[in-house]
């Protein structure tokens, strides 16, 4: 979800009450947490080479997509039918933010030593947590909760990636 700020997931099927249409945010917040989580277990094993770093965070998107589509399409499908590849289309294409939300700290490695930081996993770091925290906020804003319940959501996704920061930070950054 981090190719275009006027690309936003579109609303999904009724809701179980059937009362309207819902946002479905968890790939863009999903991956985010997902990006951090690698560049966090990374840096464990010491410091990587930008590239490197790039590559893992793209990588391990890609594959993670692989097995939410597989899982989706395997999980849901239908006694007696066949899987069609529109199937898997529309489903690759609705899991596609996990792939996406890697870009952007992916682009912070790149641009690191541009910017003039030290370390270019800790920049990575802070960006996809700060797009998680802001994709958790903003599919809460857009699926009409309250102000409370944004800054809820926006606070709980805060405080799960200063988790993933924390684990860096013990496991000698």
Do not use: C
């Not at 985010?32 to 690698?38: H, K, R, T």
């Not at 006694?79 to 952007?104: C, K």
């Amino acid at each position: 979800m981090t190719t275009s700020p006027s690309r936003t997931p579109a609303p999904r099927e009724p809701t179980p009450e059937g009362n309207g249409n819902r946002t479905d945010y968890a790939g863009a917040v999903y991956g985010s947490m997902l990006a951090a989580s690698v560049i966090a277990a990374s840096s464990a094993q010491g410091a990587h080479p930008r590239l490197s770093l790039i590559l893992l965070l793209v990588v391990t998107g890609l594959v993670f997509w692989i097995a939410h589509v597989y899982a989706h399409v395997a999980g849901q499908r239908e006694i007696g039918r066949q899987v069609t590849w529109p199937q898997v289309r529309e489903v690759g294409r609705h899991e596609w933010p996990l792939v996406e939300a890697s870009a952007l700290p992916a682009l912070a490695v790149l641009v690191s030593p541009w910017l003039g930081t030290g370390d270019s996993a800790w920049l990575a770091l802070g960006v996809a947590v700060a797009q998680q925290v802001a994709w958790a906020t903003l599919g809460a804003h857009r699926a009409g909760a309250s102000s409370r319940q944004v800054a809820a959501e926006g606070a709980v996704n805060l405080v799960l990636g200063l988790v993933i920061v924390a684990a860096k930070v013990a496991v000698g950054h």
